[in-house]
C-alpha cells in the first residue's frame, strides 16, 4: 500500500511538472501544447523502446561495440493521431531493418483512424465523400491513395474469407445474382457477381461466397457450386433458385439429393412482365391462388382454373408453370409456417436490397477489386444482425429429419 502510494506521489509530481507553465487552453491542446508533447514524448520513446530491442541492446552500451548495427539519428515523419497530425522524429538504424510496430514505415496513421476510413467506405461513402467528411470532422486533408492504402488491406481478408472451409451440411442454400457496372479494358461493362447464403443446421444465416463473371449463366453456377462442394460442403437439401435455364440441372450435377426449389417471386415477376396494368391486380390473385393452395392437388386445379381464365390473353403463363411444375411444388411436402422459409428467396433478396443501397453511390467500379472489397465489407455489416435463427427453425429441422432420412442426425 505504501509502495503504490509513492508511486501515485510520484506521479502527481511528473504532472505538476507538466502543467507549471500552464496558462489557458491553447498552451494545453496547442501544436506546442503540454498534451502534444506529452503525446510526442510517449510515442518517441516507445519508438526509442522498439529499437532497443531490434537492436539487442540500449543506447551507449558496450553491447553495440562491432554489432553489425547500430543507431543512425532520427527522421522526421508526420502522423496522424486521434484526429490530430503531428510531427515525430523517429530513430534510425544503419542496416535499416528497423521497422517499429507502433507506426510502421509507410503509414501516416495509427490503426483506428484506418478504421473510420474502413467504416465509411463500408457504408457506401465515395473516395470524394470519405475525404469531405474527414476534413470536415477532423481538419484533415486525406489523399485518394492513403484511402485506397487503407481499404486495399481488406483484400487479404477477402481472399482469406472466400476459401476458408465450411460446413459439410446446409439445409437450405440461396442462389442468386445482381448486376453492377465495372470499367475493364477501359470499357464499362455488366458484370455480374454470383452470390450464396446459407442456413447451417443451428438455423443461422451464413454468407458462403462472392463470384464476378461477365453474364449470368448455369455454366457458371456450375463452377459456383463445385467449389462449394469443394470447400467442404456433402449435402444441401433445399436449393433455392431463380428460373434461369440449367440452373436446377447445374446443382442435381454436384449435390444429386438436393431438392430444387424455384423462387415464387421470380415465377410471378416473370408472368407478369408483359401483361397490362389493367390486368396485373387480378392476374397476380389469382397467381397466389396457386402457390398458397394447402396441398399439391388443390394447387394442380387452381392452375387449371388459372388457364382457363387467362390462356385467351396470355397463354404463356400457365406454360411457364408447367414446364417448371417439379421445381415449384417441393415446399409443399412442408407446413405453411416453413414454406416462406423456402418457397422465396425473400432472404437473398433482403440481402441484394441491403447491397444495392452501398453499391448505388459508386455509380461505376473502376475495378473487379474495389466492387469485392464494398460488398464484402458491406457484407459484414449485414451479417452483424443475423443473431436469431430463422423462424419455426427447430420444426423444419424435424420435418428435415422425416423428409431426408439417414442426411441428419438431431
Known amino acids: 500500500m505504501a509502495e503504490k502510494r509513492k508511486v501515485e506521489e510520484h506521479q502527481l509530481k511528473l504532472i ?22 506529452l503525446k510526442r514524448a510517449i510515442i ?23 554489432s553489425g548495427n547500430s543507431r543512425n539519428g532520427r527522421s522526421k515523419k508526420k502522423v496522424v493521431i486521434d484526429s490530430e497530425e503531428l510531427e515525430i522524429t523517429p530513430p534510425r538504424d544503419r542496416n535499416s531493418s528497423f521497422n517499429p510496430q507502433l507506426i510502421p514505415k509507410g503509414k501516416k496513421y495509427f490503426e483506428g483512424f484506418n478504421d473510420k476510413i474502413i467504416a465509411m467506405y463500408a457504408r457506401g461513402m465515395s473516395v470524394r465523400d470519405i475525404q469531405s467528411c474527414l476534413l470536415e470532422m477532423y481538419d484533415i486533408d486525406v489523399s485518394e491513395g492513403l484511402i485506397s ?34 470499367r475493364q479494358e477501359g470499357r464499362v461493362n455488366n458484370l455480374s457477381v454470383y452470390i450464396a447464403l446459407g442456413v447451417n443446421l443451428d438455423g443461422q444465416k451464413e454468407l458462403l461466397g462472392l463470384w464476378t463473371s461477365k453474364n449470368e449463366g448455369s455454366k457458371f453456377w456450375l463452377a459456383v457450386i463445385t467449389e462449394l462442394q469443394n470447400r467442404g460442403v456433402k449435402d444441401i437439401f433445399i436449393a433455392c433458385v431463380d428460373g434461369l435455364k440449367g440452373f436446377p440441372e447445374a446443382i442435381e450435377s454436384v449435390f444429386p439429393q438436393a431438392q430444387v426449389q424455384l423462387c415464387i417471386v421470380h415465377m410471378v415477376r416473370n408472368s407478369v412482365r408483359f401483361v397490362g396494368w389493367k390486368d396485373r391486380k387480378d392476374l397476380c390473385a389469382d397467381l397466389k391462388k396457386i402457390y398458397s393452395a394447402p396441398t399439391v392437388d388443390l394447387a394442380e386445379l387452381e392452375l387449371e382454373d388459372f388457364a382457363v381464365n387467362w390462356d385467351g390473353k396470355y397463354p404463356m403463363i400457365s406454360k411457364q408453370w408447367r414446364t417448371h411444375w417439379q421445381n415449384i411444388i417441393p415446399f409443399f411436402d412442408y407446413p405453411s409456417d416453413i414454406r416462406k422459409a423456402i418457397y422465396t428467396t425473400n432472404a437473398i433478396e433482403s440481402l441484394n436490397r441491403s447491397l ?49 432420412p439417414g442426411r441428419i442426425s438431431l
Open 16 to 37: 505538476d511538472e507538466l502543467i507549471k507553465d500552464y496558462s489557458g487552453p491553447e498552451s494545453f491542446w496547442g501544436d506546442s501544447g503540454i498534451f502534444t508533447q
Open 44 to 66: 518517441e520513446r516507445t519508438l526509442d523502446a522498439e529499437l532497443d530491442n531490434h537492436l539487442g541492446y540500449s543506447k551507449h552500451n558496450f553491447k553495440g561495440n562491432n
Open 149 to 182: 492504402q487503407a481499404t486495399d488491406s481488406i483484400m487479404e481478408e477477402v481472399k482469406i474469407w472466400q476459401n476458408r472451409h465450411l460446413d459439410e451440411i446446409y439445409p437450405i442454400v440461396f442462389l442468386d445474382c445482381i448486376v453492377v457496372k465495372c
Open 356 to 404: 444495392r443501397k452501398v453499391i448505388k453511390t459508386k455509380g461505376v467500379f473502376l475495378t473487379e477489386a474495389s466492387l469485392l472489397k464494398i460488398l464484402y465489407l458491406a457484407l459484414e455489416n449485414i451479417s452483424k444482425k443475423w443473431t436469431m435463427p430463422i423462424k419455426n427453425w427447430k420444426a423444419a429441422m424435424n420435418q428435415f429429419a422425416i423428409k431426408f
